[in-house]
């Protein structure tokens, strides 16, 4: 069973760049599709990037197009999202999560989550 467990957040000025890493229990490259959502103070949780490995496709949301990006390092079980060119926008708590099956924005689809990490942008 994958338990995804997120880390990097913090707070960074507008503009700044932070790196956010999940590392799962086991190796999600060719078994899961793997995503990162965000949910901010009384929004719901939206979805802002996902992977699938087998098929080597990248989805993201438009808010976050060209500044995001998902990768991974299989050797680690890590899944990354470098964001940069950050905004006050993008403050929420990340989250990682995955599944199996077909790449999702669903976040009802994704049966395993993290625990979630902070990250703030002052402007």
């Known amino acids: 069973q994958v338990q995804p467990v997120e880390s990097g957040g913090g707070l960074v000025q507008a503009g700044g760049s932070l790196r956010l890493s999940c590392t799962t229990s086991e190796s999600t490259f060719g078994s899961y599709v793997m995503g990162w959502f965000r949910q901010a103070p009384g929004k719901e949780r939206e979805f802002v990037a996902g992977?699938?490995?087998?098929?080597?496709?990248?989805y993201y949301a438009d808010s976050v197009k060209g500044r995001f990006t998902i990768s991974g390092n299989n050797a680690k079980n890590t899944v990354y999202l470098q964001m940069n060119s950050l905004k006050p926008e993008d403050t929420a708590v990340y989250y990682c999560?995955?599944?199996?099956?077909?790449?999702?924005?669903?976040?009802?689809?994704?049966?395993?989550w993290g625990q979630g990490t902070q990250v703030t942008v002052s402007s």
């Open positions: 992977v699938s490995w087998t098929i080597g496709v990248t």
């Open positions: 999560a995955a599944k199996r099956g077909a790449l999702s924005r669903d976040a009802h689809s994704y049966n395993y």
